[in-house]
């Protein structure tokens, strides 16, 4: 027996993503990426390099993000991928905890939420319902609201749409890994807090002693050639 699906939502599922759809227990997939994978694993994929690396804090865990965006990606490029605007992976510890896809505009024209949520349930089931935080989020100050999500007990996926740009965005999530990130980013806040004293003092001696090692070395060349 065959079924009906509308075009709106046929060319949601097509654009999103190209491979079979996905079952529950797959929450912790994105494509050739899976939660947990190393940054070298991910890179051997985008083809990324050290400056589209970024570390955000180095202790007391390693936070970094890698940033690709599939267009301007060395080689061939490939077709399935024309969807995406950019990604960014976050690891700790070289183990990826997040990955957020923004998706390109001109390629999500005309679909409307319901179509975006129709075209991920062919992939992770239906829905759940919004969580309390989920439902927060969509009142805070980031502009952007969570329209649905999907939940198991080690990983969350979140379809996402900026209020200012209208854009689609996915969010999936390894939840114990976002915990530590969660708990290392909040404790090197405090680690920098502390610091920032001894850390400021150490920038203006530099500055003095730079400052005094110029105003030295000007003073030997004008000496040998001043003339009165």
Avoid at 58 to 77: C, E, I, K, M, N
Avoid at 87 to 110: C, E, K, N, W
Wanted: proline letters at 4%; aromatic letters at 6%; hydrophobic letters at 40%.
């Amino acid at each position: 027996m065959s079924v009906s699906i509308p075009l709106a939502g046929l060319t949601a599922v097509c654009i999103l993503f190209t491979a079979l759809p996905a079952s529950a227990g797959e929450l912790s997939r994105y494509r050739e990426f899976t939660l947990g994978s190393s940054l070298a694993t991910v890179s051997a994929v985008t083809r990324t390099s050290d400056r589209d690396l970024k570390t955000i804090h180095s202790r007391p865990a390693l936070l970094q993000d890698v940033v690709w965006q599939p267009r301007y990606t060395f080689g061939a490029p490939v077709a399935d991928r024309e969807s995406i605007n950019e990604v960014v992976f976050s690891f700790i510890d070289d183990q990826l905890f997040r990955i957020a896809v923004v998706y390109d505009r001109g390629r999500t024209t005309g679909l409307t939420n319901a179509d975006m949520i129709a075209a991920l349930t062919e992939l992770y089931g239906a829905p759940s319902t919004l969580s309390d935080r989920s439902q927060a989020s969509a009142d805070s100050v980031d502009g952007v609201d969570v329209l649905a999500e999907w939940q198991q007990s080690d990983a969350h996926v979140a379809l996402r749409r900026s209020r200012y740009t209208e854009s689609f965005s996915l969010v999936i999530t390894s939840v114990p890994l976002e915990v530590l990130a969660t708990t290392a980013r909040a404790t090197a806040l405090v680690i920098d807090a502390r610091e920032a004293p001894a850390r400021e003092a150490e920038l203006a001696k530099k500055r003095v002693d730079k400052q005094r090692e110029a105003e030295e070395q000007a003073r030997r060349s004008n000496k040998k050639v001043f003339k009165p």
